[in-house]
């Protein structure tokens, strides 16, 4: 039994150690991004960022009014740009958590995809924080390759 417990102790402390990937994006556009330039007039652009080391070896799938961006992994982040009017941000995870934003052209936001303890995998948690603390956690991260999907 002893032998068990500690074989599965063993893996499980494995399998939370290493680090998970996602498919990053070109770095030239991760430069371009971190100048936080505003869209074009009739968009509104969002950013979602994992900026801390917490569930490492987790990738959480990100979505935008139910449609797939990609996944996040630990340090890493999205931006997407959507039409001004209501926007809901889901993440998946153990547990599921969505953030509605309604945007305005021109403006800029910034969604933080908490990582939590969850029972047999990570959970997720989204807040959408001010433009200083959303920049500062953006800036700690790289571009992951995703979907820039038509709204």
């Keep these: 039994m002893k032998k068990t417990a500690l074989l599965l102790f063993a893996t499980l402390a494995l399998t939370l150690g ?37 569930g490492a070896a987790v990738k959480m799938d990100l979505q935008v009014d139910g449609k797939h961006i990609g996944q996040t992994a630990a340090k890493t982040y999205f931006f997407i740009e959507v039409p001004a009017g209501k926007h809901t941000i889901t993440s998946i995870s153990e547990n599921t958590d969505t953030l509605s934003i ?50």
């Design 102 to 151: 309604d945007a305005v052209a021109g403006k800029l936001y910034y969604v933080w995809q908490e990582v939590k303890m969850g029972v047999l995998y990570a959970r997720t948690k989204l807040h959408l924080v001010n433009e200083e603390e959303g920049r500062k956690g953006v800036l700690e991260s790289k571009l992951a390759n995703g979907v820039q999907p038509e709204f």
């Design 18 to 54: 290493g680090c998970a990937s996602v498919p990053m994006g070109d770095a030239t556009r991760d430069t371009a991004l971190k100048t936080f330039e505003a869209p074009r007039a009739e968009k509104a652009g969002i950013y979602v960022y994992r900026h801390e080391n917490m």
